[in-house]
Structure formats: C-alpha cells, structure tokens
C-alpha cells in the first residue's frame, strides 16, 4: 500500500474518523494511526507526526491524555475515548 498523504487535512481527518468509529481500544496514539489506520510505511516523519496528532486531537470523543507506554510502539502522545 502507497504511503498516506497526510498534508490533506480534511481527508487525514475524515479517514482518522473512520478509523476511530471502529477502533475496539479506548487509547491510540498517531503512530497506531498510521500502521494500522493509514496504512502507512516505515517512520512517519515529525510533519506526519504532527498532522496525525491534531487530527485524532480535533476527533469526536477523544481527549488528549499525553503519554502513555504502548507494547508495539513504545512511549506515545496518545489520546483517549471520552
């Protein structure tokens, strides 16, 4: 799969949202995102980083949390289902 452009903020948002309605866990991070929702590969850049994070931080019924430790990613700015 080509890696996710995610300079649309509007299309990084609308996919992010359609991620996070079927999300079964109540705590992700932008690094998830991006494997898992996205699709993307090898190391998202600190640009990409910053796109994910304002998109799951502006997504309904999530709150930012700060870190937390996740067992695939490490350490992660993460966000949690209110």
């Known amino acids: 799969m080509a890696k996710f452009d995610v300079t649309d903020s509007k299309a990084l948002s609308a996919a992010a949202a359609k991620y996070l309605a079927d999300f079964p866990g109540d705590t992700i991070c932008a690094v998830q995102l991006w ?48």
């Open 35 to 82: 494997y898992e929702g996205l699709g993307g590969q090898g190391v998202p850049t600190p640009e990409e980083m910053a796109a994910m994070d304002t998109a799951l931080g502006a997504a309904t019924g999530w709150k930012d949390i700060g870190g937390t430790r996740f067992e695939k990613y490490g350490v992660q700015h993460s966000f949690k289902r209110v």
